[in-house]
């Protein structure tokens, strides 16, 4: 937020330099002195956190002026030219670059006209009415306050329009450009008898108008990150405090106590697959050092080679999930630093000797060409601590040939209308051992679906039984080459046989998917793989009030 400040301050220098000129100088040059100390300052602190006289400033210039360079090549037609810089900064930032086409747009996620569209996300109607008519004010009578205030307000949007990733947060520099504009506009709104009351109305209207969009801002999207770190802070111990460290270390501030020693990574988690070399390892020493790590689901997802990291070191404890409130933050786990151990709840863990689940089911998943199987020997769930979610873990025997395979993994209730969906690469894409062995992949289990094309709110499974203790599930899988895109055909123990083809097409164009020895598959070929109950969540729980249950 600081370096957004600094956007506006070299907004305002602009407009400064072309109003005085060399004449009144000291105008522009005090706020360049005073621009000049400023960065001073912050190169300090980052040579005092980041043992570099740039850090920050360097990642700064490269994540938002490089690229906005890059776009504002790409605009007036120098392809050539911003492909050639694209590479070069994704160079400077270690991350992989293809030359095609299409790179130099590939950071703009959203559309030039984004801020102006969301602005009313931004501020009150009200007082975007006001700060619009302070806007035409200066436009007809010009004043330098004003002028000087809008010509930086316009700068600084078509340099943020530029950039790719956009967020409302950085739009709170603005504001004090905004205040000229609006103190116009309610100086001539207030001197007129025709409009002081129309105004006076506005502001009144402001108060409930703020609290619905309080309301609608979700002040709690990071509260997941507040409970994880209250939970470990309730464990900890003032006499040998245990070393924690959190993905967002600033959601943690204040949060975990004396009796917890807050440990600020080198380098942002979700930065790991862009770190150099020595920077990763830097940071693989300070998880080595670590007693507790909270750390966002996404991060892990969108990064497997982290959770593979992770997993021989850490076990889930607790994962603290509203839906609701944090749909695009997810959940945050609760990892703990503890040697590996039977039954402990890990993201993958290769081992010699079988597991024994607690849902056995054996099912052979043979890929063509090949002679030994991948073995589903069944699964296990249990609940985590926190916010009372699970922990479901599959269990599987590894061929001794190795593949990129992708496991499509689904959880109903009997009247599939909401489904938990969990596609995944087997081993959260880790190569196995050679020569096979035993693979434990473990994952949160939230028995919710999501409305893709509506709200992203808590939809659990269940239904009617949502009015009772327990849900009956259905667990689904199909496994996939990623190579070649084609499944693996699903066989009983000890066959090569398919079990798919013992159904009947009749019986199929009727719907029933069963074999006569109760092998099941779903309409788009998924095979059950096992049934389970499963206790009503707290927050799943439907009141029997005689009416349609809710969904």
Known sequence: MAYQSLLVALALFAVLVVRDRWKHRPSWMGLALGLAACLLVQLCLDRSVYGDWQGSLWRYLLENVGYVIVHFLTDVGWDTAARDLYGQISDLRGTQFARDDSVTHATMRFGPLWYVLNSQRFLLWPFLGLIALGIVRALLRPRWVST???????????????????????????????????????????????????????????????????????????????????????????SAPPRCAAAYDWATFLRLGAGVDRVKLAAPLERWSA?????????????????????????????????????????????FYDQ?????????????????????????????????????????????????????????????????????????????????????????????????????????????PEGGGFLSEGFLFVPSAVDAVGAKRFRPLGGAYRRGELLPLSAWMEVRDRAGGTPLAVCRPGEDAPVAAELSPELVALGWRWTLDGHRFSIDDLACVGSFLLPVHPRAFARDDGKPVQE
């Open 275 to 319: 770190l150099d070399d020595p920077t990763r390892q830097r940071l693989r020493e300070e998880l080595a050092s670590l007693h507790w790590l909270l750390v966002h689901q996404p991060v892990l997802t969108a990064q497997p080679a982290l959770a593979q990291e992770l997993a021989g070191e850490f076990s889930v404890d607790a994962a």
């Open 148 to 238: 000087v205030a809008l010509a930086a307000l316009v700068l600084t949007l078509l340099v943020m329009a530029k950039k790719g990733d956009k967020s409302l947060r950085l739009m709170l520099p603005l504001l004090p450009l905004c205040v000229p504009l609006f103190s116009s506009a309610w100086q001539w709104c207030a001197t007129r008898a025709g409009t002081r009351m129309l105004a006076r109305l506005a502001l009144v209207a402001a108060l409930p108008l703020s609290l619905v969009a309080l309301a609608e801002a979700k002040p709690r999207a990071h509260g997941a990150y507040w409970d994880a770190a209250d939970w470990v802070a309730a464990r900890g111990t003032e």
């Open 324 to 432: 609701d409130e944090a749909y695009e933050l997810g959940a945050v786990l609760v990892l703990r630093r503890q040697p590996p151990a039977p039954g402990d709840r890990r993201f993958s863990k290769f081992s010699a000797g079988e597991p024994r689940p607690q849902h056995a089911r054996r099912l052979e998943f043979r890929s063509s060409g090949q002679d030994e199987p991948l073995v589903l020997l069944g699964f296990d769930v249990e609940r985590l601590d926190g916010d009372g979610w699970w922990w479901i873990t599959y269990h599987w025997r590894l061929p001794s040939w190795t593949a990129e395979l992708e496991v499509r993994d689904r959880v109903t209730s009997p009247d599939e209308r909401n489904s938990w969906q969990n596609d995944h690469r087997l081993a959260w894409g880790a190569p196995w």
